[in-house]
């Protein structure tokens, strides 16, 4: 009778501790999110713009907005080990090939390793070490004006990097904000080289800093390349890799708000003529499975490149979607994620952290990715309470 006793209690006690130990993994993950938020407002002081989600050149990532703010998180051995490039060559951590799409860049192989525990959420128990894309490529540099010089043979060798759970907040995904390689409404705006872009201040955040988003989080991919989509009941492990025939090129009009406003008009991307994510009753569920080729799971996959699949994410889904991700290059719909009930920790622009529930209002959600549509304000916290 007394075993059976002690049995109940030990059942009704299990799911207690569980969530008292979810409740302290949350707690972190929101403390990880505000320092990288605070670190941002130290960029801000010593630059007067706040980082840029820099995609680089073509094919050729840019270093994230992490790597950026290394000096102000603490990290500065870290950071040294990839000042020069950051100093004396625009930002190219990975270099090209036809044959592998995403080579680490050679002087910084060992820098793209380092796993970094205050970039990772403890509610993700994957290992955040990923070898996708990840070869080591030849010793590539990028000039300041584009130019490119690669200075040693190709070794092509694995190498495997660490990851990331945080993301940047490119903007609401919606008309032309999907595209990264180019201006978007977020406050990490995006920019490549060799385009004109607008740096972002606090003065261009329209909708104000409480009601703008920063950073959030993002659920580590299982690594894989598949040629069918993720288990329903697990969407965030593999996301759906554009197939180009079907995703036509188009022009973005010159000056259009939220573009690069050049003069030769820049590169975008459509879907039967019409801009992606138009809103306009656009269903992701079925445009995933009419226009991916691949299925890859890179989410998250190395904290140090500036690629939307590795450390960027829009509010056109609401937290936690039951659709993957899709996207290619520098474009596509990115959600945020986390295996916290409910919901998702995000960093505001004021530096404040908030828990935002998976019910929130979709385009709620969407205007505060924006810096500057004048939209929602942010709703009363949703977060579990705390044991």
């Not at 490529?137 to 040693?152: A, F, L, M, Q």
């Not at 990851?163 to 940047?168: K, L, P, Q, S």
């Not at 950073?215 to 580590?220: D, V, Y």
């Not at 759906?240 to 406003?261: E, K, R």
Request: net charge negative; hydrophobic share 35%.
């Amino acid at each position: 009778m007394v075993i059976a006793i002690v049995g109940i209690l030990i059942a009704l006690l299990l799911p207690a501790v569980q969530s008292a130990r979810e409740t302290a993994r949350r707690l972190q993950c929101k403390n990880n999110l505000k320092q990288i938020a605070l670190a941002h407002h130290n960029f801000y002081d010593v630059k007067q713009q706040f980082p840029e989600f820099n995609t680089g050149y073509s094919s050729v990532a840019g270093f994230s907005v992490l790597a950026q703010l290394l000096p102000y998180l603490e990290q500065t051995a870290a950071h040294s080990e990839i000042k020069e490039t950051l100093d004396s060559y625009d930002s190219v951590p990975t270099d090209w090939s036809s044959s592998t799409r995403a080579r680490i860049n050679l002087p910084v192989q060992n820098i793209a390793k380092l796993p970094i525990s205050l970039f990772r959420c403890p509610s993700d128990t994957a290992t955040g070490k990923s070898s996708v894309f990840t070869t080591v490529g030849t010793r590539y540099w990028v000039g300041t004006s584009g130019e490119i010089s690669v200075d040693e043979p190709d070794p092509d060798t694995p190498t495997t990097v660490a990851g990331t759970n945080y993301v940047a907040c490119n903007g609401s995904g919606t008309g032309y904000s999907y595209d990264t390689a180019f201006n978007t409404d977020g406050v990490i705006s995006g920019a490549r080289r060799g385009y004109q872009f607008k740096t972002v201040g606090f003065e261009s955040i329209l909708d104000g800093a409480s009601n703008t988003l920063l950073f959030s989080e993002a659920i580590l991919g299982d690594g894989t390349n598949q040629s069918t989509a993720p288990s329903t009941l697990q969407p965030w492990t593999r996301t759906a890799y554009a197939d180009t025939a079907s995703v036509t090129t188009n022009y973005y009009p010159y000056n259009l708000p939220g573009t690069c406003g050049c003069s030769d008009a820049a590169q975008g991307y459509s879907a039967g003529g019409s801009p992606l994510y138009s809103n306009d009753g656009f269903d992701p569920a079925s445009f995933i499975l009419s226009h991916t080729s691949e299925w890859n799971g890179w989410r998250g996959y190395s904290w140090i490149i500036g690629k939307p699949v590795a450390t960027g994410f829009t509010t056109f889904a609401t937290p936690n979607p039951l659709f993957p991700d899709w996207g290619g290059n520098s474009y596509g719909f990115y959600a945020a994620r986390s295996f916290h009930t409910g919901g998702v920790n995000a960093a505001l622009t004021d530096g404040s952290v908030r828990f935002i529930a998976n019910t929130i209002d979709k385009s709620e959600w969407q205007h505060l990715g924006a810096k500057d549509d004048l939209g929602a304000t942010l709703p009363a916290s949703s977060e579990p309470p705390a044991l």
